[in-house]
């Protein structure tokens, strides 16, 4: 009995000495960041605060002091009078204490950020700018064009990847084909939107069509996540459908990340065809509203399907890219 009391008092011994040091590392780290992007600000260097990460989780490729240009990300609140912008999420706009009472340094911009379209936004469990006066937020950074700060759900390396492919990616691509098409889908009742596509995917599959369905709706998840590479690159198409209708300039991951940037021709469904047009490069898609029905779509794919060289066509833009492709290609990589 009493060396187990004994061993108990020594492993609660360890446990607390574990915190301390965990804690007595994060603050000395905190610390050292914070006399280091002071030095940075003093030496020239412009300060963005982000007010909290998004979703109040890391941001890849973003941790506190990263350089970017002249500037420098810090998650301190307490350089905010040195920040010259704020990054707000628009998760970040819930009950936390806000900045100076919802009031903004004259000289600085706080700037309302979102890659997620209304539908979502409208749903989600959170505060909308509209709560705070009309000069909190001065500045925009979302994935649409006439916002103050152009941001895409295309990343400047993946553009630069994707739009520096040419024939020899082509032949090499095309040869691996082998699958009609693939769809990984997250949510299918959550938003209207999202139950009208998996409607008109079930259409597409009761008309004879192959489509792999993977994901959360479908409880796949982890097998989706076990497919091996050559599996991957043998599928054709990618229904790139969106989870909002009729979105001005709304063209996701689905588009760019699982269709274009990893060999796939994008379906797309969801996201008007005049705004993808302006998105993207010439013939480099498909959108479901240039057919009348499920089936004819489906008689269409199983046709490319069969006929290699009218497949090829999809990818023309990229072993031929003209003056459109290379002007769409700048807007992304800049």
């Keep these: 009995y009493l060396y187990k009391r004994y ?16 804690l007595l590392y994060f603050k000395t780290h905190a610390i050292e960041d914070q006399r280091r992007i002071e030095n940075e600000y003093n030496s020239g260097k412009i300060i963005i605060l982000s007010w909290r990460r998004p979703w109040g989780f890391s941001w890849l490729g973003h941790a506190e002091g990263q350089n970017i240009g002249n500037c420098i990300l810090t998650y301190d609140r307490n350089l905010i009078r040195e920040a010259a912008a704020v990054i707000f999420h628009y998760t970040a706009l819930d009950n936390e204490v ?23 936004m409208r749903n989600a ?8 006066d009309h000069s909190f937020i001065n500045w925009t950074m979302t994935y649409r064009l006439n916002s103050d700060i152009f941001y895409p759900h295309l990343s400047m390396d993946m553009a630069r990847t994707v739009f520096s492919r040419r024939k020899p990616y082509v032949d090499d691509i095309i040869s691996k084909k082998s699958r009609l098409g693939l ?12 139950k009208l596509r998996l409607k008109y995917i079930d259409e597409l599959v009761e008309a004879g069509l192959s489509i792999d369905r993977y994901g959360w709706c479908f ?13 991957l690159d043998s599928y054709k198409f990618y229904f790139a459908f969106e989870d909002a209708k009729e979105c001005i300039d ?8 699982q269709a274009v940037y990893k060999g796939r021709v994008p379906l797309v469904w969801g996201t008007s065809k005049a705004t993808v047009e302006s998105l993207v490069p010439s013939g480099s898609f498909i959108h479901t509203d240039d057919f ?12 490319l399907d069969k006929n ?7 990818f023309k833009w990229v072993e031929n890219p003209d003056e459109k492709t290379l002007k769409i290609s700048k807007l992304y990589e800049q």
Excluded at 8 to 21: K, P, V
Excluded at 125 to 132: C, M, S, W
Excluded at 219 to 231: F, I, M, R
Excluded at 308 to 314: K, S, T
């Design 219 to 231: 409880g796949n998840t982890q097998a989706y996540k076990k497919l091996p590479l050559e599996v």
């Design 183 to 194: 769809w990984v889908a997250q949510d299918s009742h959550f938003l209207l939107g999202s």
């Design 7 to 22: 061993w108990n008092i020594i492993s609660l011994g360890i446990i607390f000495l574990f915190i301390y040091c965990c």
């Design 98 to 120: 806000m900045p100076w009472k919802h009031y903004r340094n004259e000289k600085q911009y706080f700037i309302f950020w979102t890659m997620d379209g209304p539908s979502y």
């Design 250 to 257: 709304y063209l996701t991951t689905e588009f760019w990340d």
């Design 125 to 132: 469990e959170i505060r909308h700018p509209v709560k705070f």
């Design 308 to 314: 290699i060289a009218a497949y090829r066509e999809y």
């Design 292 to 303: 009348k029905t499920p089936n004819e779509l489906a008689a269409y794919l199983k046709y």
